[in-house]
C-alpha cells in the first residue's frame, strides 16, 4: 500500500445540504486533488492502469479528485479524504488474476448423464399411454 500523501493538494469549500450557521459560514468540505501523471510513487505501467480503472474520476487535466464533507471540520475531512484516495488508488493496482480455463473429469460427466437418464426415465414413466 503507497502512501503518496505528499503529492496530494487540496481544495476547501462550503458544504452543501441542511447544518445551520456552521455549513452556511465555514468552509469544511474538503477536495482532494492528485496529478496522476506527475506522480514519483507509481511506474508508468501503473498510471496506465490507474487511469483505465478511474477514467470516470479522472478530469481531462488528468487529476483525480475527490470531494469529502462528512465531518464538521475540515481537518476530518481532510484525513478522510486522504485515506478514501489513497484506498481508491489501491484497490485500482489491483491486477485479478487470469481464470485457467479446466474441463470437467469423466466421472463428472459420467454422473451428468447419468443424471439426465434417471430424469428422462422419470419423466418416461408419468406419460399416458393410449395403447395399454
Given at each position: 500500500?503507497?502512501?503518496?500523501?505528499?503529492e496530494?493538494?487540496?481544495?476547501?469549500s462550503?458544504?452543501?445540504?441542511?447544518?445551520?450557521?456552521?455549513?452556511?459560514?465555514?468552509?469544511?468540505?474538503?477536495?482532494?486533488?492528485?496529478?496522476?501523471?506527475?506522480?514519483?510513487?507509481?511506474?508508468?505501467?501503473?498510471?496506465v492502469?490507474?487511469?483505465?480503472?478511474?477514467?470516470n474520476?479522472?478530469?481531462?487535466?488528468?487529476?483525480?479528485?475527490?470531494?469529502?464533507?462528512?465531518?464538521?471540520?475540515?481537518?476530518?475531512?481532510?484525513?478522510?479524504?486522504?485515506?478514501?484516495?489513497?484506498?481508491?488508488?489501491?484497490?485500482?493496482?489491483?491486477?485479478?488474476?487470469?481464470?485457467?480455463?479446466?474441463?470437467?473429469?469423466?466421472?463428472?460427466?459420467?454422473?451428468?448423464?447419468?443424471?439426465?437418464?434417471?430424469?428422462?426415465?422419470?419423466?418416461?414413466?408419468?406419460?399416458?399411454?393410449?395403447?395399454?
Amino acid at each position: 500500500m503507497k502512501d503518496f500523501s505528499r503529492e496530494l493538494n487540496f481544495k476547501t469549500s462550503r458544504s452543501s445540504g441542511a447544518g445551520g450557521q456552521n455549513v452556511n459560514k465555514v468552509e469544511t468540505a474538503v477536495t482532494v486533488l492528485w496529478k496522476v501523471d506527475d506522480s514519483e510513487f507509481f511506474y508508468d505501467s501503473q498510471k496506465v492502469l490507474i487511469h483505465n480503472k478511474l477514467k470516470n474520476r479522472i478530469n481531462a487535466e488528468g487529476f483525480l479528485f475527490l470531494t469529502v464533507s462528512e465531518s464538521r471540520t475540515q481537518l476530518m475531512n481532510k484525513n478522510k479524504a486522504i485515506e478514501k484516495i489513497i484506498e481508491i488508488v489501491n484497490k485500482a493496482l489491483i491486477v485479478p488474476k487470469k481464470r485457467v480455463a479446466t474441463k470437467p473429469s469423466k466421472g463428472q460427466k459420467q454422473k451428468r448423464l447419468d443424471t439426465k437418464k434417471k430424469i428422462s426415465d422419470k419423466k418416461e414413466n408419468r406419460r399416458f399411454r393410449l395403447g395399454d
